[in-house]
């Protein structure tokens, strides 16, 4: 079965940096898209940053000129660097990938999360 794990969050101040990681792994034929979303409290989970399989990406446009998404399609690992982080990113950041598995069609998998909170 596909597994997508997280790892980087943590705890940072205000004005620090963070890469977040997501490591794709299973009977993976195909990743199409990847992304990242975050959900902080009180709020529905929302989309911060998306990559396509040739490198297009798209940013929030509370992320853009501060958060960098990127992906390794050899190693089916994706990342997001976060520069000069806010309160106002404290969330949960969470990976999805829209990828094939054996005998069915592409379908959106999730990691389990990581929390990032920054403090001010």
């Known amino acids: 079965q596909v597994q997508l794990v997280e790892s980087g969050g943590g705890l940072v101040q205000a004005g620090g940096s963070l890469r977040l990681s997501c490591a794709a792994s299973?009977?993976?034929?195909?990743?199409?898209?990847m992304g990242w979303y975050r959900q902080a409290p009180g709020s529905q989970r929302e989309l911060v940053a998306r990559?396509?399989?040739?490198?297009?990406?798209i940013y929030a446009d509370s992320v853009k000129g501060r958060f960098t998404i990127y992906r390794d399609n050899t190693k089916n690992i994706e990342y997001l660097r976060m520069d000069d982080l806010k309160a106002e990113h404290t969330a949960v950041y969470y990976c999805?990938?829209?990828?094939?598995?054996?005998?069915?069609?592409?379908?959106?998998?999730w990691g389990q999360g990581t929390q990032v909170t920054v403090s001010s």
């Open positions: 999805n990938a829209n990828l094939v598995v054996p005998f069915r069609r592409a379908d959106d998998y």
């Open positions: 990559i396509s399989s040739g490198g297009t990406t």
């Open positions: 299973g009977s993976i034929l195909i990743i199409h898209d």
